[in-house]
């Protein structure tokens, strides 16, 4: 990956964690830029937008700068990838951040190589959403369910479904082994984060949600008391 | 009140008065006789013949005869006078198979003292039954009857007024029969007024009604004065009824009334009572007349009626030779009889009881509205410190309202400390989360870097110490996002059955330590969120597991039940093998409380576990209460949650 020299831009307020993320980065082969306010990342991206950003919602006295930021910067570009990396983990955050367009949100919890294996899972599909055209497809087909594991898309009835990074890996572990069950933590392992039960419901729900708008009669995801999840066989 | 109560006793001192100087009025042309001073022997004036048959029950003296006499026989005895005749009976002890003489002597009227004329009458009857004692020629003779009871025997007799109306003398001589036919009298008994003649001169002298004074005391009076004199003894000798036209319809229709209004106008009864059938007065004011000085007082009549009495001493120079008594009905002159006094003190009473009644609705009305904003109050805050609802009567505008909206005020402001308190764990974790992330970064960082031999078990420790405080992070923020989350919750009707089913069966193939028993009815609905319903079972099943020693038994029940008579689903979780700790067992619900002794395992313990189970059984209308049992001599904790089951199951 070193030699791709992607430009990854970290708006963080906590300087120590900062600099602690882009030596990880750096480590990594990332050209990495940081910045504590929502004002100094807008002008510096001015002249150019970084090939990822992760963001921090809460910049300092800035409360939702981080919301802010991302609004401003996807109206400056549809496909920029960008993570909301905070110390706040209630439901409604998450969804106020996804909404706004971002492509993951992650806690602080998360250990620096979870973080990067993300990343490295976003620019993948990134880089294959734009060359979409020149890959083989990988895909995985589920009745009406397609996945395609190349570009981290999944379509239902041939309709796409707007899945984050961390929906689309919680589907994936599922529809792979449809009838099989899923506990919790097979879940958190397959999406790659540290979560806890009530996240992972809330993302079963959502996904639900969002396979229930294209199709009604949606009811493949089915629970099981106790145990998790598993994608209806047949 | 006191205005009827001074009028009433206006009214009363003028009618003493007015009695009083009547009374001395007239004393003077009342003179009782001489013979009226020496009487013994009361005579009773009958108001109708009584018929000569051994009963003295037709005399309606109402008074019963008085034993009188000496000697060994117990001797009753009435005398009684009308139209001429003197009646007399007598009740003594058997004398049974003895012959007696009874023995008459009368003492009639002569024309000076020394010239009174005496007559014996003398009968030895053979049997019980009438006799007629016939005597001298110019004589009238005696009727009487001679009645023998097992008891008593009774002598009923008529006798001539116009012989015996000065003294009597009555005597009874048993005669001893022997065997030789030999008689010989023998003074034996009691003899009335003296023993016989042979022994004992004179016989009682009577006292009798005098009519001369009762002409002296018939004059226009006004209506309803009772007039009486009596002798220097107390011995009645004269009694005019005053006539007492209306005053009884009034008496009659509002006794109680006026018994009431007596009470209220604070009007106390006489204790003092002169009985109209006793022949002689002892009572004040007539004693008081007697020894020489005129007085008054209340005092009851027979009938019952509250009188003013005036008593005045006649005199014969500086001798007092009886008292003039004259009475009256209080009810003539009582205020309460005015109409219009009546009238206001019925308005009055009736005022009083209405007022009386309104202060005591008024203030039933507020010590009803304190104590429901003391139970109120009392109940605002949940056992989760949580403000269940708003406090009744705010909007009042007098002082319990006030008393409400600042209560209301303190609550609120209670039920908001309990929420930062509450929220407290959820920002801290959230303030501690991002110097966490510099640690956890910094460490994944120095790992990447070169790290000696002997650096690497540092390391090692360090990052098994940061995830702890992750997972003590995670575990502070959950209480908090676990209410946001039972807010958020979408209520569905849930197979209850089919969810504790599927859950038992994972329990046991988690908690493999433990052994499962599981009874589950069937068809068991409840509407909730089924998400939550795990969540809660999950918690209650954890702490179930984590205070059950290994290999002990788990239970899990379901069971369909009626709870005063709303169908309820009560879910049972028991484990054996340990016990509640002392306290109150409400508490193990509240957040922050643990009942863990030591940390074992690494995992944090604090209490949000049955916090939470509580919270979500809260939300589901339920109630969840941890009790110890004993099954089969093992002691054990039982958790019950019961909550509403859905109407069609």
């Not at chain 2, 004393?27 to 009963?55: C, I, K, M, T, W």
Request: proline share 4%; with cysteine.
């Amino acid at each position: 990956m070193a030699q791709n020299l992607r430009t990854i831009t970290i708006v963080e307020d906590d300087l120590a964690l900062g600099a602690n993320y882009r030596e990880a980065f750096e480590r990594e082969g990332y050209a990495v830029t940081l910045h504590a306010s929502r004002e100094a990342a807008l002008s510096a991206m001015a002249n150019g937008l970084p090939d990822l950003v992760i963001i921090d919602v809460n910049l300092g006295s800035d409360v939702e700068g981080g919301f802010e930021l991302c609004r401003s910067l996807r109206s400056q570009s549809d496909t920029l990838p960008i993570i909301f990396l905070t110390a706040r983990d209630s439901e409604f955050d998450a969804i106020s951040g996804l909404r706004l367009g971002a492509d993951d949100y992650l806690t602080k919890d998360i250990t620096l190589p979870h973080l990067l294996a993300r990343v490295a899972a976003l620019f993948r599909r990134q880089q294959v959403l734009q060359s979409q055209h020149e890959q083989t497809p990988s895909k995985l087909q589920r009745g009406a369910l397609t996945i395609d594991e190349n570009s981290f898309s999944v379509d239902w009835n041939a309709q796409r479904v707007d899945l984050t990074l961390t929906e689309y890996w919680l589907v994936y572990a599922l529809a792979r082994h449809p009838g099989h069950v899923k506990n919790r933590q097979q879940l958190m392992d397959a999406a790659n984060t540290v979560l806890d039960d009530n996240t992972i419901t809330s993302h079963i729900k959502r996904i639900r949600k969002k396979f229930v708008a294209l199709d009604a009669d949606f009811d493949e995801i089915e629970t099981v008391y106790g145990m998790g999840y598993r994608w209806r066989a047949g | 009140m006191s205005y009827i109560r001074e009028t009433e006793t206006a009214l009363r001192d003028a009618q003493a008065d007015f009695l009083a100087s009547l009374a001395t009025g007239m004393a003077a042309n009342v003179q009782p006789s001489l013979a009226d001073q020496h009487g013994a022997e009361y005579v009773f004036r009958l108001s109708r013949a009584p018929l000569l048959d051994g009963f003295v029950d037709d005399w309606l003296t109402g008074v019963a005869p008085r034993p009188v006499g000496l000697g060994e026989v117990a001797v009753q005895m009435q005398l009684g006078e009308y139209e001429g005749g003197l009646w007399l009976y007598v009740e003594t002890a058997p004398w049974r198979d003895r012959a007696v003489t009874l023995q008459f002597d009368c003492t009639a009227e002569g024309r000076s003292e020394t010239d009174e004329r005496k007559v014996r009458y003398e009968l030895t009857p053979e049997a019980p039954g009438r006799f007629t004692i016939p005597s001298g020629s110019y004589h009238p003779s005696i009727n009487g009857i001679w009645s023998e009871g097992s008891q008593r025997n009774r002598i009923e007799a008529r006798l001539p007024l116009q012989v015996c109306g000065v003294a009597f003398a009555f005597s009874i001589r048993i005669v001893e029969q022997t065997v030789s036919s030999a008689v010989l009298p023998k003074v034996d008994t009691a003899a009335i007024g003296s023993t016989p003649a042979e022994r004992l001169p004179a016989p009682a002298r009577l006292i009798r009604h005098n009519p001369q004074i009762e002409q002296q005391l018939d004059r226009a009076l006004p209506l309803g004065v009772d007039r009486f004199v009596v002798n220097a003894n107390g011995w009645r000798i004269t009694q005019i009824t005053g006539s007492r036209p209306g005053s009884n319809d009034v008496r009659a229709d509002s006794s109680l009334l006026r018994a009431l209004y007596r009470r209220i106008i604070g009007d106390s009864e006489p204790t003092l009572m002169i009985d109209d059938a006793e022949p002689r007065i002892t009572e004040e004011p007539i004693v008081s007349a007697l020894s020489g000085k005129p007085a008054q007082s209340r005092a009851r009549d027979s009938a019952g009626r509250i009188t003013t009495v005036a008593a005045t001493p006649l005199k014969s120079g500086n001798v007092v030779t009886g008292a003039l008594v004259l009475r009256q009905d209080t009810a003539a002159i009582l205020s309460l009889n005015n109409p219009s006094v009546l009238k206001l003190t019925q308005r009055t009473v009736f005022v009083t009881a209405a007022v009386v009644g309104l202060l005591l609705a008024w203030a039933t009305w507020i010590s009803w509205r304190i104590r429901r904003l003391a139970r109120a109050a009392g109940s605002a805050l949940d056992s989760q410190g949580q403000l269940s609802n708003a406090l009744p009567g705010q909007s009042a505008r007098d002082e319990i309202g006030i008393l409400a909206r600042d209560f209301s005020t303190l609550l609120e402001r209670v039920g908001e400390q309990q929420q930062w308190l509450r929220s407290l764990a959820d920002k801290l974790s959230h303030e501690l989360r991002t110097p966490m992330a510099v640690v956890q970064s910094s460490l994944d960082n120095l790992r990447e870097a070169s790290l000696t031999v002997a650096q690497l078990p540092l390391h090692e420790r360090a990052s098994s110490g940061v995830a702890r405080l992750h997972a003590i992070l995670n575990a502070m923020s959950q209480a908090n996002r676990a209410e946001q989350t039972v807010a958020d919750a979408e209520y569905e009707v849930i197979d209850l059955t089919a969810l504790m089913t599927q859950l038992t069966m994972a329990y046991q193939q988690t908690f493999t330590t433990h052994q499962w028993r599981s009874d589950i009815e069937t068809n068991v609905r409840v509407y909730g969120n089924a998400d939550l319903l795990v969540q809660l079972l999950d918690k209650v099943v954890d702490n179930a597991v984590s205070f059950s020693p290994a290999d002990e038994c788990l239970e899990v029940q379901l069971v369909r039940r009626d709870a005063d008579g709303d169908p309820v689903a009560d879910i049972t979780v028991t484990n054996f093998g340990a016990s509640l700790p002392p306290g109150d067992p409400r508490k193990l619900f509240q957040t922050m409380v643990t009942q863990r002794s030591g940390d074992d395992t690494g995992t944090p313990h604090l209490g949000f576990g049955l916090y939470i189970a509580a919270l979500i059984t809260h939300a589901h209308q339920g109630v969840i209460e941890a009790r110890d049992v004993t099954v089969e001599d093992r002691p054990g904790v039982a958790v019950r949650i019961r909550l509403p089951r859905h109407a069609a199951t």
